[in-house]
């Protein structure tokens, strides 16, 4: 029997429908402001790759995929597994199907209910999407179904420290925004985990300084490897969990 926890007081006050009408708007703009920053953009993907381990013939779910930028990374880790990118977003879509036409792309209509069969998936990637989600705990509830025996989570999140971060980043740059977005405590995140059946093996905050000279987001990443379970890991703008199902 899957485990479902149903309480609600991790819920937002807005619909999956806002956050799928704000990734449509910016879909145009959205690869172009993040190659503003590409290396920190990409580090997503190189971290989390060390943790998702995909073995041969893996059947991956990439989910919210956006661009399916994450399709090019686990493809060359390994050639033999199958990628399905569940996306949202109709123009995040299209921009993934014009850069990256092989890529099999999946469209959700809500996180809280996913469109895959039970147990169908050895390893899921999720990053950047549960801070996005009406219904967390239901999108972790629809992760821990679809996911296989022993099936490894890598998910990834900005922490509640990351809001003013993002706020000045905005208001000085730009970008393509977050819109409806809560970005949520480490504490609360591994809370929700528990609760919908995810044993958590690893907590890692990465990115400390996210702009600026190389050698400072490199001291940066020095830095905060250092003082990982302490206030300064919680700085860090990218939160990874790394998650077995029970």
């Known amino acids: ?22 990734w449509d708007r910016v879909a145009h703009i959205y690869v172009a402001e993040n190659n503003k920053v590409k290396s920190t953009h990409d580090q997503r993907f190189v971290e989390s790759l060390m943790h998702l381990q995909p073995g041969n013939g893996d059947k991956i779910l990439n989910i919210t995929s956006r661009d399916a930028e994450a399709d090019d990374y686990l493809r060359k ?54 801070e996005h989600c009406a219904d967390p705990l239901a999108f972790l509830n629809e992760l821990h179904r679809v996911a296989s025996k ?9 922490p509640a420290t990351s809001e003013l971060p993002y706020r000045m980043y905005t208001a000085l740059f730009g970008g393509h925004g977050e819109g409806p977005h809560r ?32 050698f400072l987001r490199e001291f940066g990443e020095r830095l905060i490897s250092s003082f990982q379970g302490s206030l300064l890991a919680e700085m860090g ?3 990874f969990y790394v998650c077995e199902k029970y």
């Open 183 to 214: 970005f949520l405590p480490s504490k609360e995140v591994k809370i929700m985990l528990k609760k919908t059946g995810w044993n958590l093996l690893l907590h890692k905050g990465t990115v400390l300084v996210p702009v600026g000279p190389a």
């Open 77 to 130: 880790t390994n050639d033999s597994v199958s990628v399905t990118n569940a996306e949202i977003s109709s123009g995040l879509m299209r921009e993934a199907a014009r850069l990256r036409p092989s890529a099999l792309q999946v469209k959700i209509d809500t996180y809280s209910m996913l469109p895959f069969a039970d147990a169908a998936f050895d390893r899921i990637l999720s990053l950047e999407t549960l």
């Open 150 to 158: 022993r099936a490894r989570l890598v998910l990834s999140c900005p």
């Open 1 to 22: 029997m899957e485990h479902r926890e149903t309480n609600n007081e991790h819920r937002n006050p807005w619909t999956d429908r806002d956050v799928e009408a704000h």
């Open 237 to 239: 703008i990218r939160q």
